[in-house]
């Protein structure tokens, strides 16, 4: 039985292509981001959300790599797919959210735009795969995104850090709702995100 469980293990392994090395490395720096959003509110070192708001970019970079080197060797498979998309959800939408509460966007209305965020992102992954795999069937390929693309989401990322190295996040209060307008970066990015009629050409 345990030999049986071994051979399925290293079928699995073996089953991994160069692509989705790249993959997991993306994942990998979003669950490094992640942890040091949690390290810098921990301990207030400053250092630890910079590098992890620079780690998303990296992760990005990643995110790039996989899906050309996919197409340079025709190594795409479903698994593959799959994975992106795990990877992306963790990078793209889990890891800015975490940085940007680290970084205080953390009143409850701002908590509640960052989950719409990142439900937004999850849902956004979600139907592509299943547009994806309808379009591929008919055309034999994925010629748009519709609504844009999650790891657009390294730019209100990067504008909120801009806001942080100023010290002001734009706080407000309306009808005694405390709210950071920085925040609303993170709403209008999750309603691209899930926008039906944003036809984005796929290269």
Not at 26 to 33: D, P, R, T, Y
Not at 37 to 50: D, I, N
């Amino acid at each position: 039985m345990a030999e049986q469980s071994g051979r399925k293990h290293f079928s699995m392994v073996r089953n991994f292509h160069l692509a989705d090395f790249f993959t997991m490395a993306n994942g990998f720096c979003g669950v490094s981001a992640i942890l040091e959003a949690m390290k810098f509110l921990s301990s207030g070192e400053t250092r630890h959300v910079w590098l992890a708001a620079a780690l998303v970019p990296v992760a990005l970079v990643f995110d790039v790599l996989d899906g050309r080197i996919a197409r340079w060797r025709h190594s795409a498979s479903p698994m593959g797919r799959e994975l992106d998309s795990l990877a992306d959800v963790i990078s793209f939408g889990v890891a800015p959210a975490a940085i940007a509460f680290a970084a205080g966007l953390n009143s409850v209305a701002d908590q509640l735009i960052l989950i719409f965020f990142t439900a937004c992102g999850l849902s956004r992954l979600a139907r592509y795969n299943v547009t994806a795999e309808a379009m591929a069937e008919r055309t034999g390929k994925v010629n748009y995104f519709e609504g844009t693309p999650i790891p657009t989401s390294v730019a209100p990322l990067g504008l909120l850090m801009l806001a942080f190295r100023s010290g002001d996040l734009w706080r407000v209060e309306v009808a005694g709702v405390e709210l950071h307008l920085t925040a609303l970066l993170f709403f209008a990015s999750g309603c691209l995100m899930v926008s039906k009629t944003l036809r984005i050409p796929k290269p």
